[in-house]
């Protein structure tokens, strides 16, 4: 009996194993490291196309010494399982959400806070700079390693299979799908709705048979995992902004020699910084892409969302579980927030 093909090992086949001649150091010989990297992103996101591309050039500039292969769309688990395999040593690198790996490193899900960033030009200034530096320190000290450059995530959106989400009262007891994290938890719970916490990987299914009402990503997100089929509104919220870390495990990592580093290092990093501009650029087309194929969309006022935020004692919570001084970074670029 022939073996069915399943999505599955289709992805695996096109995303893991392709032969890249003549890049070898020579016919027969085996990488000296053979690592893995996984992610929660569709074959089609710009963080899959980015981190083919940069492994394809590590691979290139180590004249085949260093071979990384790119597992995405969660082959390799959920997020919660590709953390546990990272944190073991099992997995080499990952991209993960700071606010999922908060669980671990309570810091990494501070740039999160909602309605706490205007714009990307205050998100890159914090996270490449003193606010990324606190967070990649927290990280190491969980025996991790992260990444200069963060990959973006994008501001999020809500998206619903029953009712456009027109004022913060619309989210009252709202069913709706958080990724793992107390902070998505928390935020969403200040608005009154019904958070359950699950990991992308399972999104579109539980959209799907209904489990949840809806759902908040970016729309890039929204469209290359193809939730539109499952969904019917988007809801403009841009409640939050999401950021994917590059991380690696810290024993693997410090393991490698220098040299290996640096260049792993270069490439990532430089991918991280074509990945934004990625997202920037189908910023502008996405909704028309997204409204095509039959979503609705409204806008709805950010400020009343942000004072339901307020009342409810969201940032005072959040303030004090990150410290004052924690929260000074994090002012220090995004302006007050909470008042
Ligand atoms: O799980 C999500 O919603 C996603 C894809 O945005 C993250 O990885 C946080």
Same mark, same amino acid.
């Given at each position: 009996?022939?073996?069915?093909?399943?999505?599955?090992?289709?992805?695996?086949?096109?995303?893991?194993?392709?032969?890249?001649?003549?890049?070898?150091?020579? $016919?027969?010989?085996?990488?000296?490291?053979?690592?893995?990297?996984?992610?929660?992103?569709?074959?089609?996101?710009? @963080?899959?196309?980015?981190?083919?591309?940069?492994?394809? $050039?590590?691979?290139?500039?180590?004249?085949?010494?260093?071979?990384?292969?790119?597992?995405?769309?969660?082959?390799?688990?959920?997020?919660?399982?590709?953390?546990?395999?990272?944190?073991?040593?099992?997995? +080499?690198?990952?991209?993960?959400?700071?606010?999922?790996?908060?669980?671990?490193?309570?810091?990494?899900?501070?740039?999160?806070?909602?309605?706490?960033?205007?714009?990307?030009?205050?998100?890159?200034?914090?996270?490449?700079?003193?606010?990324?530096?606190?967070?990649?320190?927290?990280?190491?000290?969980?025996?991790?390693? &992260?990444?200069?450059?963060?990959?973006?995530?994008?501001?999020?959106?809500?998206?619903?299979?029953?009712?456009?989400?027109?004022?913060?009262?619309?989210?009252?007891?709202?069913?709706?799908?958080?990724? %793992?994290?107390?902070?998505?938890?928390?935020?969403? +719970?200040?608005?009154?709705?019904?958070?359950?916490?699950?990991?992308?990987?399972?999104?579109?299914? &539980?959209?799907?048979?209904?489990?949840?009402?809806?759902? +908040?990503?970016?729309?890039? @997100?929204? +469209?290359?995992?193809?939730?539109?089929?499952?969904?019917?509104?988007?809801?403009?919220?841009?409640?939050?902004?999401?950021?994917?870390?590059?991380?690696?495990?810290?024993? @693997?990592?410090?393991?490698?020699?220098?040299?290996?580093?640096?260049?792993?290092?270069?490439?990532?990093?430089?991918?991280?910084?074509?990945?934004?501009?990625?997202?920037?650029?189908?910023? @502008?087309?996405?909704?028309?892409?997204?409204?095509?194929?039959?979503? %609705?969309?409204?806008?709805?006022?950010?400020?009343?969302?942000?004072? %339901?935020?307020?009342?409810?004692?969201?940032?005072?919570?959040? $303030?004090?579980?990150?410290?004052?001084?924690?929260?000074? %970074?994090?002012?220090?670029? &995004?302006?007050?927030?909470?008042?």
């Amino acid at each position: 009996m022939t073996r069915p093909i399943t999505r599955r090992l289709v992805l695996g086949t096109a995303a893991a194993a392709l032969p890249l001649p003549g890049l070898m150091r020579a $016919r027969g010989d085996t990488p000296e490291f053979e690592m893995k990297m996984g992610n929660d992103n569709p074959m089609t996101h710009p @963080n899959t196309i980015r981190q083919q591309e940069a492994v394809e $050039r590590i691979l290139k500039e180590t004249n085949g010494r260093v071979k990384i292969s790119v597992f995405p769309n969660n082959q390799l688990g959920g997020d919660t399982d590709m953390l546990s395999q990272l944190r073991s040593g099992a997995l +080499e690198f990952m991209t993960l959400s700071g606010l999922i790996l908060s669980t671990f490193t309570p810091l990494s899900s501070i740039y999160g806070i909602g309605y706490a960033f205007p714009n990307y030009k205050t998100v890159w200034a914090a996270v490449d700079g003193d606010l990324g530096k606190i967070i990649r320190e927290s990280v190491e000290k969980a025996g991790l390693y &992260a990444f200069e450059k963060v990959w973006d995530n994008g501001f999020r959106e809500v998206s619903s299979s029953t009712h456009p989400i027109r004022t913060p009262d619309d989210l009252k007891g709202y069913k709706i799908r958080v990724p %793992v994290s107390p902070l998505w938890t928390s935020m969403f +719970e200040a608005f009154g709705a019904a958070p359950a916490s699950i990991n992308f990987s399972e999104v579109y299914s &539980a959209l799907q048979t209904k489990i949840v009402e809806g759902q +908040e990503n970016p729309l890039i @997100n929204i +469209e290359t995992a193809k939730l539109y089929e499952v969904q019917k509104y988007i809801s403009m919220t841009r409640h939050m902004w999401d950021g994917f870390l590059m991380l690696g495990n810290g024993r @693997n990592w410090r393991g490698l020699p220098p040299d290996v580093r640096a260049v792993i290092s270069k490439h990532l990093n430089a991918s991280a910084e074509d990945q934004r501009k990625d997202y920037a650029d189908s910023d @502008n087309t996405l909704r028309s892409v997204l409204e095509k194929q039959g979503m %609705v969309f409204n806008d709805p006022d950010p400020e009343a969302f942000r004072q %339901v935020l307020i009342k409810a004692g969201f940032y005072n919570k959040w $303030r004090d579980k990150y410290g004052a001084d924690a929260w000074a %970074v994090l002012e220090k670029y &995004a302006g007050k927030i909470g008042t």
